[in-house]
């Protein structure tokens, strides 16, 4: 039986050259299988004199033996190669990328809403707030809006599916007049207040985003008039886009919870290459900006207070828009895509802000 080293050598070479697990069962099922070749061998056993099995016997089993523990291995080997590639194919880079520059700086509207903190603070306004989430009694109804009001229609509100505990409708604010109501409500005139904040309504094209900001003016004391008003709004316009020659015109307008109201417009200009350019003694055109008005007085008598000691008046501006007018963007929607090129081209160094006491691009 000198064949069986033959044997050992030809089925452990085609094992060690076996190139895949389908190759190697092959070799396997062809050697050990019950129609193999070292089955075979072990099946002759029975057939041998004792002598015979005796001397042979050993050989045949310590082959089984050598040729089991190669497929083992060298199976064990293609499947450790198998997973090498894989590993190295399928290599997933869960590490940060190295912070070596600054990547995002300061946004456009934050930048706006700074700015008109530091504005309207020099004119004696503190900061206000007011929750986005609202319920349609202080968003609509106090601003003397009701369920039945076609305002109501206007503002495309998101409303949420249940009610707070005084079962008051939940909603998206559809604009910061709200903060007006909660101003009023909680605390004694005379009051100034801005208050900037994300808005919310069911509206979307180039110049309309289902959330924007706006920022509430609010200024209740003793013998206010319309005189005060556009004052306040000429002072913060030419503080806002640094120029003195702006000039502001009133329309007659609606909202319910003002009365007079007016939207206000500021005239523009064109430079050489034809663009609009906000200011100029006489005026091309006009940009509307925001809409205003003296509080009604039955507002200021639901917040408890004496409307013949006490009036106000009050305005809601875009703050996207102003953004817009003074940043030179044309599309709103760009302002939310997060694109860090676009932060990078309008917006500002993160630790280089500018503002109007440090000075634009200081
Ligand atoms: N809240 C109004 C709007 O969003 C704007 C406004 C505010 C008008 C304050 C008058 C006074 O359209």
């Not at 329309?251 to 430079?271: L, M, N």
């Not at 760009?334 to 990078?344: H, I, S, T």
């Amino acid at each position: 039986m000198t064949d069986l080293d033959a044997i050992r050598s030809d089925l452990l070479a085609d094992i060690a050259g076996a190139a895949d697990a389908a190759a190697i069962e092959a070799i396997r099922v062809r050697a050990l299988g019950k129609q193999g070749q070292v089955t075979g061998l072990l099946k002759t056993l029975g057939g041998m004199t004792p002598d015979q099995r005796q001397a042979e016997g050993p050989r045949i089993h310590a082959l089984r033996e050598a040729v089991t523990a190669a497929i083992a291995e060298r199976k064990a080997a293609i499947e450790a190669a198998a997973l090498d590639g894989r590993l190295a194919a399928e290599r997933l880079d869960m590490g940060l990328p190295v912070a070596s520059a600054p990547q995002g700086s300061v946004h456009p509207v934050s930048q706006v809403m700074d700015e008109l903190a530091e504005i309207f603070a020099d004119l004696g306004f503190a900061v206000a707030t007011g929750p986005e989430i609202e319920d349609d009694w202080h968003n609509f109804t106090a601003l003397n809006i009701p369920e039945t009001h076609p305002a109501r229609a206007m503002h495309d509100t998101f409303y949420f599916d249940r009610t707070d505990d005084a079962g008051r409708k939940m909603l998206l604010r559809t604009h910061t007049s709200p903060v007006q109501i909660r101003t009023m409500a909680s605390q004694k005139p005379p009051i100034r207040i801005i208050a900037p904040g994300r808005t919310y309504r069911s509206d979307s094209d180039a110049t309309h985003t289902p959330m924007f900001h706006q920022v509430e003016g609010l200024v209740i004391d003793r013998g206010i008039h319309m005189g005060h008003l556009k004052w306040t709004l000429e002072t913060f316009v030419k503080a806002y886009f640094e120029r003195d020659d702006i000039v502001l015109r009133l329309r007659p307008s609606y909202f319910p919870f003002t009365e007079p109201s007016a939207e206000v417009d500021v005239g523009y200009t064109r430079d050489k290459s034809g663009r609009r350019v906000i200011g100029g003694a006489e005026p091309e055109g006009w940009m509307e900006l925001l809409g205003s008005g003296m509080v009604h007085p039955p507002g200021i008598a639901a917040c408890g207070l004496d409307p013949q000691e006490w009036q106000g008046f009050a305005f809601g501006c875009g703050i996207d828009r102003l953004a817009m007018l003074k940043y030179g963007m044309d599309d709103l929607r760009a302002f939310f895509d997060g694109d860090l090129r676009w932060l990078r081209h309008y917006g500002f160094a993160a630790l280089d802000v500018p503002t109007l006491s440090g000075g634009v691009g200081a």
